[in-house]
């Protein structure tokens, strides 16, 4: 177990005060990998499934990336812009910013989907995909990020 995580049972006792720190960075960059992991998936599923032409899979996958990445941005400027340095608000900000990427990605995809007519299938698969990575992203990050604001972690047995 790495020194910052905790078993859910354990008591607050078991807990001491850290240094560690995390990083937008981090999530920035958990959130292009995930994206960019939901394209490749897209690529594959939409190949091997005859979804169509090579052109309208990689146009779908290519518009899905804009849009969750347009989005992530967005969710990501939430939390810069209204983090304060004490980080007392950081649970509810990264909540926030998750809810914020997903509706902006909502709306980017509806109106992307509709002006553009990119491939459906491949289309919706895509976007799911990325978001569900990005959610899992955000989730791992949040949790991290929460725990070194409040400088928790689990006492070393291992030394």
Avoid: Q, Y
């Avoid at 850290?18 to 690529?43: D, E, K, W």
């Avoid at 979804?51 to 990501?76: D, F, M, P, Q, Y």
């Amino acid at each position: 177990m790495r020194d910052w995580e905790w078993a859910s049972g354990e008591g607050m006792s078991d807990l001491k005060r850290s240094n560690s720190t995390i990083s937008l960075v981090t999530l920035a960059g958990g959130s292009a990998l995930a994206i960019v992991s939901g394209a490749v998936a897209v690529g594959v599923a939409g190949s091997m499934l005859s979804w169509g032409s090579g052109a309208e899979i990689l146009r779908a996958g290519l518009l899905v990336c804009a849009v969750v990445l347009v989005a992530a941005l967005a969710a990501h400027a939430l939390i810069v812009l209204v983090l304060d340095p004490a980080r007392d608000r950081l649970a509810g900000l990264v909540v926030a910013g998750g809810m914020a990427r997903m509706l902006v990605s909502l709306l980017l995809a509806m109106v992307v989907f509709m002006m553009a007519a990119p491939e459906g299938r491949t289309f919706w698969f895509g976007f799911l995909a990325s978001g569900l990575l990005c959610l899992v992203v955000e989730t791992w990050w949040g949790m991290a990020a929460v725990r070194a604001a409040h400088g928790c972690v689990k006492e070393s047995s291992e030394t």
